[in-house]
């Protein structure tokens, strides 16, 4: 290893594999050495700057660890988070996320995750949201309640059915919590579209 690189690995495994771009300008490192750095794969860009040391351990949901250390403000929302909660067979090809209407976009355009980010008014941003402890590392994510609700609130843009399946699902689990789905229903304002399924599939 090169020797002039070892305050830098050491920098990151302290961290946790991650680093900002003043981090390692901060352990001498030039703006061509970090290019070079991501260029031969050795740092993995997650948003800009802000980066991750390749061979960092991965574990199940790392990249959704990835994106909500990289981003306080981002939430694993829609899609993403109906398969990460198992109401879908559904598997989305990008990473779907809420943020809050005033955060740009920017933040994720350059990034090494395949990300794609939604914008919720702040109503709809801030309900629901929960806070888990993984393997991987913390995640911030709307509940099964509110994920369903939201899926419904976007089901022409993922298609009505995926979010028909995840209602499905989840009423059938022991768990399913028919009040507060309503309430988010309501928060979502799709009660009036969702209600009629929910007695449909609850008769059945």
């Keep these: 290893?090169?020797?002039?690189?070892?305050?830098?690995?050491?920098?990151?495994?302290?961290?946790?594999?991650?680093?900002?771009?003043?981090?390692?300008?901060?352990?001498?490192?030039?703006?061509?050495?970090?290019?070079a750095l991501i260029e031969d794969k050795t740092l993995l860009k997650v948003r800009h700057g802000y980066y991750k040391l390749a061979g960092t351990?991965?574990?199940?949901?790392?990249?959704?660890?990835?994106?909500?250390?990289?981003?306080?403000?981002?939430?694993?929302?829609?899609?993403?988070?109906?398969?990460?909660?198992?109401?879908?067979t559904y598997s989305p090809s990008e990473i779907t996320i809420?943020?809050?209407?005033?955060?740009?976009?920017?933040?994720?355009?350059?990034?090494?995750?395949?990300?794609?980010?939604?914008?919720?008014?702040?109503?709809?941003?801030?309900?629901?949201?929960?806070?888990?402890?993984?393997?991987?590392?913390?995640?911030?994510?709307?509940?099964?309640?509110?994920?369903i609700c939201d899926m419904f609130r976007y089901r022409k843009t993922f298609g009505e059915d995926i979010a028909l399946e995840g209602l499905k699902n989840y009423l059938s689990a022991r768990k399913a919590n028919i009040q507060l789905l309503q309430k988010y229903a309501q928060t979502c304002d799709v009660n009036t579209i969702i209600n009629p399924y929910i007695k449909a599939m609850v008769a059945r």
């Design 1 to 35: 290893m090169n020797q002039t690189l070892l305050p830098f690995i050491k920098f990151m495994q302290a961290h946790n594999g991650y680093a900002r771009t003043k981090d390692l300008r901060s352990l001498g490192l030039q703006s061509r050495q970090i290019r």
């Design 98 to 147: 809420a943020l809050p209407h005033n955060y740009s976009y920017g933040t994720f355009k350059k990034s090494d995750l395949p990300v794609k980010v939604y914008y919720f008014p702040k109503s709809y941003y801030e309900a629901g949201i929960e806070t888990l402890k993984l393997k991987a590392g913390t995640i911030r994510i709307y509940g099964k309640e509110k994920t």
């Design 57 to 88: 351990p991965m574990y199940e949901h790392s990249q959704l660890v990835d994106i909500c250390t990289a981003k306080s403000q981002a939430v694993i929302a829609l899609a993403s988070a109906l398969e990460f909660h198992g109401l879908t």
